[in-house]
Structure formats: C-alpha cells, structure tokens
C-alpha cells in the first residue's frame, strides 16, 4: 500500500469518526434543547407550584426564570421593579431579578425581595412552608401567613387591592412571628 492510499484511508476513517462524533454532538444538542423547550414552557409561577408554593409569592407579569436544577438556583425576572402595599400595612418591594435556591417547601437565600418594618427596609431571605403556613425570615425576626394569602398574585402598584376592586384583609398568626 502506498503512501497516498494510507492517507486516503485515514481519511476516510476520520471522516467516518467525525461523522458519528458529528451525528452524536446533533443528537446531544437536540436532546438538550428539548429539555430546556420544556423547562422554558413552564411559567415561574408553574415552577413555584412544582416545589409546592403558591402561585401568589410572585407579582403578576414574571417575564420568566432560569433553574439549575441540580442545585435549585434559580433567578426570576420581573418586568422592572416593582412595589406595593398589603393591606396597608405591609409595603413589599421586589426587585427586577430575584434570586435564590430552591427545594421542596423552601426558598433560601433570597435577594430582590424586601419589606418595611417600621421605618426600615429589610430583606426576606428565607420562606418556608409549613403544612398550610408560610414562614417568612428576614434573618433575626419572622412571621407566619396562611397560605391562603398567596392563592392570588399580587399586581405591582395595588398589590391585591386592584382585584375586584377590594382590599383583601391579610391573615396573620400573632403567635407565631418571632424575634
């Protein structure tokens, strides 16, 4: 065999190779985008509920989110920031992008979401769920909800008060908060 047929051999053998390499790094791709496509059809709201928290955590209008779902990592992405009052007495801010982790019952780490106690500002860092409460942490005080107060996303500018024209009075267990 001479030198040119050898090369042609190789050649041809490394063709054959790339185009199985090839047709594996497609397959690969392909695979991969239909997961995201279906990561991507669900709403950060569908996601929530997947990890059993109400659709109602969020304001209206989540753009959408990014998850590892190896870690829970998550950001969710509001159409600019955003601010409202609970009934009157409770005044939430969320920033455009909220991150933190994710896990059944559990958000942590937060950052984007802060609330007034009295005249200061303070960020919620932690949520989790309890049965039919939610406990919220803003690192050396909390305070439980039930869960019925999330059923509805709150409307930024109105929070709840834009549906239906009323003010929904907030549920609060007052033995539960703590400092």
């Known amino acids: 065999m001479g030198k040119d047929q050898v090369e042609r051999k190789i050649g041809a053998c490394t063709a054959k190779h790339m185009s199985r390499g090839a047709v594996i790094v497609v397959c690969v791709i392909f695979l991969s985008s239909i997961v995201t496509a279906d990561d991507q059809s669900l709403s950060a709201y569908d996601v929530l509920q997947s990890y059993n928290f109400p659709v109602g955590l969020l304001p209206k209008g989540a753009l959408g989110y990014d998850l590892d779902r190896d ?66 942490s803003v690192g050396i005080a909390s305070a439980e909800f039930p869960i019925d107060n999330f059923e509805e996303c709150p409307q930024c500018g109105c929070g709840l008060a834009c549906v239906k024209g009323q003010v929904r009075k907030l549920k609060i267990n007052p033995f539960v908060s703590s400092i």
């Open 71 to 136: 870690t829970g990592k998550f950001n969710a992405y509001l159409n600019g920031s955003c601010g409202f009052s609970l009934e009157g007495s409770y005044q939430l801010k969320y920033r455009s992008t909220i991150s933190g982790y994710i896990s059944r019952n559990k958000l942590t780490k937060l950052k984007g979401i802060s609330v007034k106690i009295l005249f200061l500002w303070v960020d919620i860092v932690e949520v989790t769920r309890d049965g039919d409460g939610l406990e919220f």
